[in-house]
T-cell receptor, first 114, second 114 residues
Framework: NAGVTQTPKFQVLKTGQSMTLQCAQD?????MSWYRQDPGMGLRLIHY???????DQGEVPNGYNVSRSTTEDFPLRLLSAAPSQTSVYFC?????????????FGSGTRLTVV | AQSVAQPEDQVKVAEGNPLTVKCTYS??????LFWYVQYPNRGLQFLLK??????LVKGSYGFEAEFNKSQTSFHLKKPSALVSDSALYFC????????????FGKGTMLLVSP
């Protein structure tokens, strides 16, 4: 049981480049979320999904897009990378009534935008 | 809107001594509360959660947390700290009804000295 798998683990982008961070879970969880972690700021929610075909914005959605075509996958797209998007990105999934069972996290993607 | 405060950026204790990591929260209605731990260069791992029932919740690795509704607190405790407990600890909250994403505190670094 792999849990939540994120790829790549590390990435360096130039300003203006686009890329997709991949997230896949094999636990049949309904709910998936993307967070970014910055020093001294904890985890901030970027986008989330309550099921295939349904996504919504979190606290810091600007500059990011998501889609959820299947239950398993929830990719995060950076449209035009900026240095402010240098961060560690975590994908998480959850289940239960309204996602009440808490999150299972991936191991993260460390992104540097130069 | 829900929020979490972790008032201490860092907590230092000696091995064998009891430890407390503080968390207070704000949420509409009753809360679901969670503690997660993050070791260096790793994703977040679930420690324990409060959903309902007994105010004292026991979790992984000998940790426990006490839910105090009147003080809106959910402090993490351990009777005897280990050097291997040194890590970053996050408290998180969500309402106990419907679907909601988790809101995280900024994290508290626990340092346990030998």
């Amino acid at each position: 049981n792999a849990g939540v798998t994120q790829t790549p683990k590390f990435q360096v982008l130039k300003t203006g480049q686009s890329m997709t961070l991949q997230c896949a879970q094999d636990m049949n969880h309904e709910y998936m979320s993307w967070y970014r972690q910055d020093p001294g700021m904890g985890l901030r929610l970027i986008h989330y999904s309550v099921g295939a075909g349904i996504t919504d914005q979190g606290e810091v959605p600007n500059g990011y897009n998501v889609s959820r075509s299947t239950t398993e996958d929830f990719p995060l797209r950076l449209l035009s990378a900026a240095p402010s998007q240098t961060s560690v990105y975590f994908c998480a999934s959850s289940y239960g009534e309204g996602g009440s069972h808490g999150y299972t996290f991936g191991s993260g993607t460390r992104l540097t935008v130069v | 809107a829900q929020s979490v405060a972790q008032p201490e950026d860092q907590v230092k204790v000696a091995e064998g001594n009891p430890l407390t990591v503080k968390c207070t929260y704000s949420v509409s209605g009753n809360p679901y509360l969670f503690w997660y731990v993050q070791y260096p260069n790793r994703g977040l791992q679930f420690l324990l959660k409060y959903i309902t029932g007994d105010n004292l919740v026991k979790g992984s690795y000998g940790f426990e947390a006490e839910f105090n509704k009147s003080q809106t607190s959910f402090h993490l405790k351990k009777p005897s700290a280990l050097v291997s407990d040194s890590a970053l600890y996050f408290c998180a909250v969500r309402p106990n009804s419907g679907y909601s994403t988790l809101t995280f505190g900024k994290g508290t670094m626990l340092l346990v000295s030998p």
